[in-house]
């Protein structure tokens, strides 16, 4: 089996680093990663040739013949066009941003999996790209707001005065918002949050903040078997949005969190709530490639909108991408071992295998996942592929 490691053109972050690469030589395979591959996430080529892999001087070259093409964001035309019939591309491959890309790689032959629709099992744990990569931007949200808000963070008790602690409020507590929570309090920050989920009061309340929400009974009920949130009545909605309107106009930093995948980023903060805050403060719009949470906020720029600057950054755990693609290029290996590979560490793809199914959006030249309109794949009599 030969796995490829393309350098990504418009992200910091690598798919593999030496220590999985390692793993991946030790299973039989062949690695080959394109020169510079990892350079943004400070592992020189050396790091690799040391784990075992080979450089290649070109992506093309890197993913010639390969079985594996792992890839941060979607591999480029030209990677598609060198990748042979039946090469699998795993990846953050944002599904639902272009459905023609996709195409072109069904017709390319390749099977294409979408470790973003990888599902919240306990199985599926240690190969979810979005908790791993979310919770590194929740810390560097906090650390990017502590960067510009030009004033100290925790309360300072001095001998000519006291210098009261930044008040920082976090809207949504899942991965992302929790670390923010967690690292503001580390930083010394008073911190609130809010989430429409009545399961998230306790967990915001066990990392010392306090939790902003019309508790009402509706609220009380605002939560599926699942674990989701249910639709609020506008009722509900009115009495939230002004609670909130009035706590943030208190506020020093504010960080949004709210994206839902395939969806356009709700509006959180409103231009008014935005006029409200007191003059210095700062807002970080973690929501900013889907529209945004905030209106004003700007992919890719950090703007000042009145008393307030808008932090808008893209790929915010790109921004930390050394400790990003460590726990990514961990999600992509457990996998290949688990889904890919068999007891032996021979390459046979488990095609019915359910992290399989969930995630896998083309083969055989065809669109197969339901969610984009295809069929599930059925296990072929036999693979394809074989060990190499």
């Known amino acids: 089996m030969k ?146 808000y030009d004033r100290a963070i925790p309360m300072m008790m001095t001998a000519a005065g006291t210098v009261p602690a930044a008040k920082i409020f976090v809207m949504g507590a899942g991965v992302a918002g929790l670390q923010a929570i967690a690292t503001a309090r580390r930083l010394g920050g008073a911190v609130s949050a809010t989430d429409v989920r009545p399961a998230a009061k306790e967990q915001v309340a066990s990392l010392g903040a306090k939790f902003i929400a019309v508790e009402d009974e509706e609220f009380k009920a605002a939560e599926t078997a699942g674990g989701y949130a249910k639709e609020m009545s506008e009722g509900y909605r009115r009495k939230q949005a002004e609670l909130v309107a009035t706590h943030i106009a208190k506020q020093d930093i504010v960080i949004t969190t709210a994206l839902i995948p395939g969806r356009p980023a709700p509006k959180l ?31 890719g720029e950090v703007v000042t909108v009145g008393p307030t600057t808008i932090i808008g950054h893209r790929n915010v755990q790109g921004r930390i991408a050394a400790s990003a693609s460590l726990l990514y290029a961990k999600n992509l290996f457990t996998f290949v ?6 007891k032996e560490k021979a390459f046979a793809p488990k095609w019915d295998d359910e992290l399989m199914t969930a995630t896998l959006l083309t083969k055989d030249g065809a669109m197969v996942h339901p969610r984009f309109g295809g069929t599930a794949p059925a296990a072929p009599a036999q693979s394809a592929s074989t060990a190499g």
């Open 269 to 299: 903060i409103s231009s008014e709530m935005v006029a409200s805050m007191q003059p210095g403060s700062v807002i970080v719009d973690l929501a900013v490639e889907r529209g945004g949470n905030v209106e004003g906020s700007v992919a």
């Open 3 to 148: 796995i490829a490691v393309p350098a990504e053109a418009e992200d910091t972050r690598v798919a593999a680093t030496p220590d999985v690469v390692k793993r991946y030589v030790n299973a039989g395979a062949e690695v080959a990663i394109e020169s510079g591959a990892g350079a943004q996430s400070r592992v020189p080529d050396e790091a690799y040739r040391a784990a075992g892999a080979t450089i290649a001087p070109t992506a093309e070259a890197a993913v010639g013949g390969a079985d594996v093409i792992l890839t941060v964001r979607r591999p480029s035309p030209s990677v598609v066009a060198a990748a042979k019939k039946g090469a699998f591309v795993i990846g953050a491959l944002d599904p639902y941003g272009d459905l023609d890309g996709f195409k072109a790689m069904a017709e390319a032959g390749l099977s294409t999996v979408a470790m973003e629709l990888m599902p919240r099992i306990t199985r599926a744990q240690s190969m979810d790209i979005l908790s791993s990569q979310a919770n590194l931007a929740g810390y560097q949200a906090v650390i990017d707001a502590a960067e510009v």
């Open 337 to 342: 071992d688990t889904v890919l590979l068999d």
